[in-house]
């Protein structure tokens, strides 16, 4: 796509109060929070290798005269953390507040549309943390007039620990924690998965029953090894890479189904959900009862609901589901979202954990981060102060 946006931005001005918009920042920033302006313009890189190709046709793109492929901004999580990064302070707590405009073709809704929200990087109390986020995405809701939202969290770690809790072969692990991350029914795909693995032979039958229950750097070695000695290194499109993992997923595959016990085990804790407490409650009764070591990730639940009340959010109408995901990859924990009450579209409120997305920009060691980014489109059309002076 092309830059015929830029041209049509005085025929497309946001349909929001700038006044309310700006009050809600000033009150991020006497929040403590540092306003952030990345520019507009960014490396394409990052937002394709942490959202997947599938977003290319969502952005806006050019290239520099070097050849580097760039984009509007489609959301600022990403700069923002970039810049952060980027700064003295990086590696140090430091919490950051924005509002501008992202860029994304949304069909026939208006590409340019305003973004705000709180990043905040290199905490260590993470479940306070978190609490802090919810509580000031929910003051940026009742900002807008909005008194009565549903809240909807999870928690992508609980999973991540379960999966590791069952000890199952790294395949099934990948498979997995990809299709939660990328909200895929779970329990349909493990039903697929399960009937997929039944009897059956192939030309491949020695070479996958020679990776079963292998790694990825033991698959990825037999294979590059195999594609030596035919003198190839790309087969079909595909690079050794590619090959290896496709080989490794079908000797697991091949090998066994995923086990009954671990299948039932999965499905009984993606049906936990209810305010914190109920859930809290049915989790810790799951992994008594399967002999599971996933108390840490309970207990971290346990600690930011703790914060989350002392913040003053009524916890009892928080919703809490195990199955609860908001389709990001780099997501590490927390997860939550605010939507208009009884309303199923889209949130006005949105955010979580993203400890991983650190690492992945370049830092060169872990660092702690979490935010939530502000609709002001969806906040502005639910507001019942819309008609009313800014």
């Known amino acids: 796509m092309g830059f015929d946006i830029m041209s049509r931005r005085a025929e497309n001005p946001a349909t929001v109060s700038p006044s309310r918009a700006d009050r809600l920042l000033s009150s991020f920033i006497q929040a403590g929070y540092i306003k952030a302006e990345p520019a507009i313009l960014q490396p394409a ?20 005269p070097g050849g580097e492929e ?24 430091a919490g950051f507040c924005y509002l501008g ?19 905040s990087f290199g905490r260590e109390d993470r ?6 986020m919810l509580a000031l995405g929910l003051e940026a809701v ?25 000890d199952l072969y790294p395949v099934w692990r990948r498979r997995l ?64 890479d590619e090959i290896a993992d496709r080989f490794l997923e079908q000797s697991t595959l091949k090998s066994g189904a995923l086990p009954h016990e671990a299948l039932t085990i999965i499905k009984r804790f993606l049906s936990i959900s209810g305010d914190p407490d109920e859930a809290l409650g049915q989790l810790r009764a799951l992994a008594s009862d399967a002999g599971l070591d996933i108390h840490q990730a309970i207990d971290q639940v346990e600690s930011r609901t703790g914060f989350m009340a ?12 195990t199955s609860f995901g908001r389709g990001v990859d780099y997501y590490t924990g927390f997860e939550f979202e605010l939507h208009l009450k009884d309303n199923g579209g889209e949130p006005l409120v949105a955010g979580g954990r993203y400890d991983d997305l650190m690492t992945r920009l370049g830092a060169a060691a872990p660092i702690p981060a979490v935010g939530f980014s502000v609709w002001i489109e969806a906040l502005t059309d639910a507001s019942p102060l819309s008609g009313s002076a800014p």
């Open 177 to 240: 924690m990809k299709d939660f991350n990328r909200k895929v029914s779970l329990a349909q795909d493990i039903e697929r998965l399960t009937l997929a693995s039944g009897p059956g032979r192939n030309e491949y039958e020695g070479v996958l029953a020679a990776l079963a229950g292998s790694d990825r750097k033991a698959a990825l070695a037999l294979v590059t090894d195999m594609m030596s000695i035919a003198g190839a290194t790309i087969v079909g499109g595909r690079s050794l």
């Open 45 to 64: 890189e990052p937002f394709l290798d942490l959202s997947g190709e599938d977003i290319r046709k969502s952005l806006y793109l050019t290239s520099d």
């Open 70 to 93: 760039l984009c509007l901004r489609p959301d600022l999580t990403i700069p923002v953390a970039r810049d952060y990064l980027a700064s003295v302070r990086a590696g140090k707590p």
């Open 101 to 119: 405009p992202v860029f994304r073709y949304r069909g026939g809704r208006s590409s340019e549309f305003p973004q705000a929200g709180i990043e």
């Open 142 to 166: 009742a900002a807008f007039g909005i008194a009565d939202v549903d809240i909807r969290t999870g928690d992508v770690a609980l999973f991540t620990a379960l999966i590791d809790a069952l």
């Open 310 to 321: 002392a913040r003053g959010v009524e916890t009892n109408k928080i919703s809490f589901a």
């Open 127 to 132: 479940a306070a943390a978190d609490a802090e």
